[in-house]
Structure formats: C-alpha cells, structure tokens
C-alpha cells in the first residue's frame, strides 16, 4: 500500500490515497550484553554491572530531541525489529529534485498535477551491534522553506528507481554495518524541500533508560 498525502500548506485536510501493499517495517534498536567468564565471585560482580554502564552509554550517544543538523551528519537514534531494541544512526545525505514525470508509475493520476519529487537520501547505520537483519526504518518528512512540511508518498516500493525504499541486509547484524533508503518528499509549485525532519515517536520505548526520544514533540531536523 501506499499513501499519497498532500502538504499542509496546499490543502486544508490531508487526502490520503490507499492502494494494496504494505510498508514493511521491523524497526528495533537494542543494546548488546557483552558477558566474560569469570573465575572469581568478584569478577562475575564486576562483568554483572557492565551492561548497566553499556546502557548508560548508550543513552549519552542518543541524539537529543529539537537538534538540528547539517546534511551528511548523523542522528542516532532508537530502534526496535522482531523484539530486538537498539540504536541507529541516521543520516541525511543529499536531497535530490525529481521530474513530475517520474511519479507515473506511482499512478496518482490528476492528484500529483502541480507538485514536484524530491528524493531524500539516507543512510541508516546499526550503532548498537543489535539484529537488525531485514528491518528498515519509516518514512521521513521533507520541509520546505519555510519549515512547513513537504507533502509524501508513503510505502513506496523498492521498485521505484529514483527513489526506492531501501531495508537491512543480513549483515545488519554488527555495529557499523549500513544500507542505503530513500523517503520521496513532493512540493508544490513555487515551492522546494529543503530540509527534513525524523519526527517519529514509534521507537521511542527502545530508548535507554532515561533517555528522552519524543522526536513527534522535538523533531530533528536536517539543513
């Protein structure tokens, strides 16, 4: 399925269009437990806090709510797959401007008129060595101009070459590891997407302890 969802600025209620398929999200950050054998009842004490400190850590590295980056730095930020719960980082790259042309196999029909692609770049890095394998990450919102939101093209298939949505190989298993998605963003005429905002608060129960992740309330933004 995907849903076609006009911006703000051109329409006084959002239109939604619905069409078969679905997003296919396993989204989940988790902290790995690094565990030593232990010959001693002191060492085992000391290995037992270990992840208590990992977590802490964990939350230090979590990027704060209303933060505002440069295209090409990173926002990490929590995650949850399959039960698993973690990290990720998230990084906007480049934001590309597309022809109106490009949307016909989308088929939007007359509901696209007078509005132009723009192809928002990501690369999703695993920060916390988590299973992640498959998952991939929702949709991100495009800003124009003035700050207001970009209208979006949501659940659009890998198929769609400029810009398919992208998932974790098998290898998204260790830290470090990446894979490359895409989020199509639509300005209407007269207007551009300039930026880009993670304003999701579907993971925020995979933030460590303590940690504050209401991104819905505090967007990160990129510029």
Known sequence: MFRWILPAAAVAGALVLSACGGDAES???ATTEATETSATAETTTEESAAPSESASAGAAELT?????LAMGEKAVVPFHASGEKGLVGVTITKI???APADLAPLKLGARADGYTPYYIRITVSNESGTDFA???IVTLDGLLADGSDAGGVYSVPSS???????SAGDDFV?????YETC???????GTEVTGVAYDIDTYDDAAPAGA??????EPITWK
């Open 27 to 29: 989204t989940a950050p």
């Open 64 to 68: 704060p709510q209303g933060t505002a």
């Open 96 to 98: 590309d401007k597309g």
């Open 134 to 136: 498959g998952s991939s």
């Open 160 to 166: 769609f070459t400029p810009c398919g949505k992208g």
């Open 174 to 178: 260790t830290a470090g590891t990446t």
């Open 183 to 189: 989020s199509l963003a639509l300005a209407p005429e």
């Open 212 to 217: 504050k992740a209401d991104y819905a309330a």
